[in-house]
Protein backbone atom coordinates (compact mmCIF):
# COMPACT_ATOMS: atom_id res chain seq x y z
CA UNK A 1 0.00 0.00 0.00
CA UNK A 2 1.45 3.57 -0.40
CA UNK A 3 0.24 6.82 0.81
CA UNK A 4 0.45 10.20 -0.76
CA UNK A 5 -0.15 13.16 2.43
CA UNK A 6 0.09 16.39 1.26
CA UNK A 7 0.50 19.71 3.18
CA UNK A 8 1.05 23.64 2.96
CA UNK A 9 -1.99 25.14 1.35
CA UNK A 10 -3.81 27.38 2.84
CA UNK A 11 -5.33 31.19 2.38
CA UNK A 12 -3.14 34.19 0.49
CA UNK A 13 -3.74 37.53 -0.45
CA UNK A 14 -3.72 37.89 -4.62
CA UNK A 15 0.48 38.18 -5.17
CA UNK A 16 1.50 35.69 -2.59
CA UNK A 17 2.88 32.46 -2.23
CA UNK A 18 2.45 29.34 -1.08
CA UNK A 19 4.79 25.95 -0.86
CA UNK A 20 2.95 22.68 -0.89
CA UNK A 21 4.71 19.35 -0.18
CA UNK A 22 3.57 15.59 -0.61
CA UNK A 23 5.69 12.75 0.78
CA UNK A 24 5.17 9.26 -0.20
CA UNK A 25 5.53 5.91 2.38
CA UNK A 26 4.45 2.38 1.94
CA UNK A 27 6.17 -0.20 -0.22
CA UNK A 28 7.56 1.64 -2.61
CA UNK A 29 10.13 0.15 -5.29
CA UNK A 30 10.51 3.10 -6.92
CA UNK A 31 9.10 6.54 -7.79
CA UNK A 32 8.59 7.27 -11.30
CA UNK A 33 7.41 10.68 -12.39
CA UNK A 34 5.72 12.99 -9.94
CA UNK A 35 3.15 15.52 -10.41
CA UNK A 36 0.63 18.24 -9.36
CA UNK A 37 -3.24 18.44 -10.36
CA UNK A 38 -5.96 20.91 -9.17
CA UNK A 39 -9.49 20.83 -9.00
CA UNK A 40 -11.34 24.01 -8.62
CA UNK A 41 -15.33 24.26 -8.17
CA UNK A 42 -17.47 23.23 -11.07
CA UNK A 43 -14.27 22.69 -13.05
CA UNK A 44 -12.41 19.40 -14.08
CA UNK A 45 -9.65 18.21 -12.71
CA UNK A 46 -6.37 19.91 -14.60
CA UNK A 47 -2.82 18.77 -14.52
CA UNK A 48 -0.42 22.16 -13.29
CA UNK A 49 2.99 20.51 -13.18
CA UNK A 50 4.87 17.49 -13.47
CA UNK A 51 8.45 16.12 -12.36
CA UNK A 52 9.84 13.23 -13.79
CA UNK A 53 13.02 10.83 -11.90
CA UNK A 54 15.40 12.34 -13.87
CA UNK A 55 14.29 16.17 -13.01
CA UNK A 56 12.66 16.97 -16.33
CA UNK A 57 9.51 19.27 -15.77
CA UNK A 58 6.56 20.54 -17.84
CA UNK A 59 4.07 23.38 -16.64
CA UNK A 60 0.33 24.24 -18.12
CA UNK A 61 0.90 27.95 -19.53
CA UNK A 62 -1.42 29.00 -16.83
CA UNK A 63 1.76 28.38 -14.01
CA UNK A 64 4.81 29.24 -15.92
CA UNK A 65 7.03 31.02 -14.66
CA UNK A 66 4.95 31.56 -11.20
CA UNK A 67 5.07 27.72 -9.97
CA UNK A 68 8.08 25.86 -9.43
CA UNK A 69 7.76 21.89 -8.82
CA UNK A 70 10.91 20.16 -7.45
CA UNK A 71 11.71 16.61 -5.55
CA UNK A 72 13.80 14.86 -3.55
CA UNK A 73 14.00 11.66 -3.93
CA UNK A 74 15.54 10.43 -0.78
CA UNK A 75 13.15 11.75 0.84
CA UNK A 76 10.26 10.50 -1.36
CA UNK A 77 8.87 14.07 -1.17
CA UNK A 78 7.57 16.45 -3.87
CA UNK A 79 7.13 20.29 -3.60
CA UNK A 80 5.34 23.10 -5.22
CA UNK A 81 6.58 26.69 -5.14
CA UNK A 82 3.81 28.91 -6.16
CA UNK A 83 4.43 32.23 -6.63
CA UNK A 84 2.46 35.36 -7.59
CA UNK A 85 -0.91 33.48 -6.75
CA UNK A 86 -4.17 34.99 -9.05
CA UNK A 87 -7.48 34.11 -7.29
CA UNK A 88 -7.50 31.92 -10.35
CA UNK A 89 -5.07 29.40 -8.80
CA UNK A 90 -8.33 28.60 -6.08
CA UNK A 91 -8.54 24.85 -5.82
CA UNK A 92 -7.97 21.80 -4.69
CA UNK A 93 -4.64 20.84 -5.38
CA UNK A 94 -3.53 17.00 -5.42
CA UNK A 95 -0.30 15.50 -5.59
CA UNK A 96 -0.13 12.26 -7.84
CA UNK A 97 2.43 10.13 -8.18
CA UNK A 98 3.61 6.59 -10.68
CA UNK A 99 4.95 4.01 -8.71
CA UNK A 100 5.88 1.06 -8.77
CA UNK A 101 5.72 -1.43 -5.48
CA UNK A 102 8.48 -3.83 -7.54
CA UNK A 103 10.21 -3.89 -10.70
CA UNK A 104 6.74 -5.13 -12.25
CA UNK A 105 4.18 -3.54 -10.95
CA UNK A 106 3.68 0.41 -11.31
CA UNK A 107 0.03 2.16 -10.53
CA UNK A 108 -0.82 5.51 -10.30
CA UNK A 109 -1.71 7.18 -6.93
CA UNK A 110 -3.08 10.41 -5.41
CA UNK A 111 -3.06 12.06 -2.21
CA UNK A 112 -6.41 13.52 -0.31
CA UNK A 113 -5.86 16.77 -1.66
CA UNK A 114 -5.14 20.43 0.40
CA UNK A 115 -7.39 23.64 -0.42
CA UNK A 116 -5.52 26.55 -1.81
CA UNK A 117 -7.74 29.81 -1.66
CA UNK A 118 -6.33 33.16 -2.99
CA UNK A 119 -8.37 35.73 -2.31
CA UNK A 120 -7.90 39.84 -0.18
Known amino acids: QVQLVESGGGLVQPGGSLRLSCSASGSIFRINAMGWYRQAPGKERELVTL???????DYADSVKGRFTISRDNAKKTVYLQMNSLKPEDTAVYYC??????????????WGQGTQVTVSS
Open 96 to 109: NANVHVNLYRGSEY
Open 51 to 57: ITSGGIT
